[in-house]
């Protein structure tokens, strides 16, 4: 027994069916964004390290808009925390200096970009970011580290 289509799926073959313009049918297959509805820690995916944060809105922050933008802002920053706090973690172990630890921190400031976002129906939002792992080797290579 074959698995069932996923959603997307089903939507893209309704929507070829149905004559819709290529651009709908396109947008139909893409694959559902797998961002899930939560925080996700760091981990490694390809040539990147990948995290989720989540980006919580606040009654203070205005209109739905003003609140969904900030909410975006807070959940990256949460995010790039969410990567520098798995570094530090690496670093720990192979007993690094704060010189190495604060270049790498830089790398992952200065790298890190935004790659995807979920807005929530409360005005929060996922934000994922992702560094490439090149970035991490440049500032500090060292056998022992994930990014090595």
Do not use: K, N, Y
Not at 102 to 121: E, K, M, P
Not at 127 to 148: G, I, K, M, N, T
């Amino acid at each position: 027994m074959t698995p069932p289509l996923p959603r997307r799926a089903w939507l893209a073959l309704v929507a070829a069916a149905l004559g819709a313009p290529e651009r709908l049918r396109t947008a139909c297959a893409q694959e559902a964004s797998p961002l899930g509805w939560t925080e996700q820690p760091a981990t490694l995916a390809g040539a990147d390290v990948i995290a989720v944060g989540l980006g919580a809105a606040h009654d203070d922050d205005g209109p739905l808009a003003a609140a969904r933008l900030a909410a975006r802002r807070r959940g990256q920053t949460r995010a790039v925390a969410l990567i520098q706090r798995w570094a530090d973690d690496a670093l720990a172990a192979v007993e690094s200096g704060p010189r190495q630890a604060q270049a790498v921190h830089d790398a992952i400031s200065a790298r890190a970009t935004l790659s995807r976002v979920r807005a929530r129906a409360d005005g929060s939002a996922l934000v994922e970011v992702r560094c490439p792992l090149s970035a991490l080797r440049a500032a500090f290579d060292h056998p022992q580290v994930p990014w090595h």
